[in-house]
């Protein structure tokens, strides 16, 4: 679920969907949490990055929240 944030008419961030490029390569950096405890869960925050191949460059697209699972074969 990819998603930005953007101000509304009321100055208010507000997070708006955020379609990306079936044809663009993109890489997703993880944020897991830095603390053990029975209490603590992954929140499944990630960044999502574009790859910009003139340049050899990536380029900070949008944030995000992945549902884990198992992939099979």
């Known amino acids: 679920?990819?998603?930005?944030?953007?101000k509304d008419e009321n100055d208010r961030?507000?997070?708006q969907d955020y379609p990306l490029d079936e044809?663009?390569?993109y890489k997703i950096v993880f944020l897991e949490k830095t603390?053990?405890?029975k209490n603590s869960?992954?929140?499944?925050?990630m960044y999502i990055y574009k790859f910009i191949g003139?340049?050899?460059s990536f380029?900070?697209?949008?944030h995000?929240?992945?549902r884990h699972g198992y992939i099979g074969v």
């Open 1 to 6: 679920k990819p998603y930005k944030y953007a």
């Open 13 to 15: 961030w507000i997070r």
């Open 23 to 25: 044809n663009s390569i």
């Open 35 to 37: 603390r053990n405890g």
């Open 41 to 45: 869960e992954d929140t499944n925050s």
């Open 54 to 56: 003139d340049y050899s």
């Open 59 to 62: 380029r900070e697209e949008c």
């Open 64 to 66: 995000g929240h992945v």
